[in-house]
């Protein structure tokens, strides 16, 4: 295995508990197959939205199976993830899509992207925006473990953000170490 869409091709047939989310009083579980189709439907949307290899795609937004069924979707088609702080300013989002120029950016509802130029997909109304897409044939997609997987950004000495690039290769090492 050497990238993330190879971990999800493993997803298809696998009915134990991938992720669990837990909303305060209730406790919600999604299996790995579940996700594998998840993933697919997000990946087909990625295409009607023409977001491509390459390409970059903005989460700013809290901790939910949503955050990563969009990064495990974009991963399997090569697309690149710029994710972003859910405490970070409006500001900081603002300068860093000034610096990547995201076709997507995904947020949650709490959220509010500042007038930026780029199509959006609140996290939280995922399920609904993907019910009756098809299924992505993600058997069809092309990423290389040298691949670009995501730029993440800190704040430098200088409080301007700097982006630190990491392929699909740089990820796969570290899930192999555990």
């Avoid at 696998?14 to 993933?39: D, H, I, M, P």
């Avoid at 901790?63 to 993830?81: D, M, R």
């Avoid at 989002?93 to 709490?110: D, F």
Wanted: with cysteine.
């Amino acid at each position: 295995m050497k990238t993330v869409l190879d971990i999800v091709r493993l997803f298809k047939e696998n009915e134990k508990v991938a992720l669990v989310n837990k909303t305060g009083y209730r406790t919600f579980t999604t299996t790995y197959a579940q996700l594998f189709e998840k993933v697919a439907k997000t990946a087909s949307l990625l295409e009607r939205l023409q977001i491509k290899k390459g390409d970059k795609l903005i989460i700013w937004g809290y901790n939910c199976p949503e955050w990563a069924i969009v990064f495990l979707a974009a991963a399997t088609k090569g697309i690149i993830v710029v994710p972003i702080d859910h405490m970070a300013l409006p500001e900081h989002v603002r300068r860093i899509q000034g610096i990547v120029s995201a076709k997507l950016i995904t947020h949650s509802e709490y959220k509010l992207p500042p007038g930026m130029h780029a199509h959006k997909l609140i996290l939280e109304h995922l399920d609904k925006v993907i019910e009756g897409m098809p299924l992505a044939d993600l058997g069809s997609y092309n990423v290389d473990e040298n691949d670009t997987l995501e730029v993440v950004f800190t704040s430098g000495t200088t409080g301007n953000p700097k982006g630190v690039i990491l392929s699909h290769g740089n990820l796969m090492s570290n899930i192999a170490a555990i």
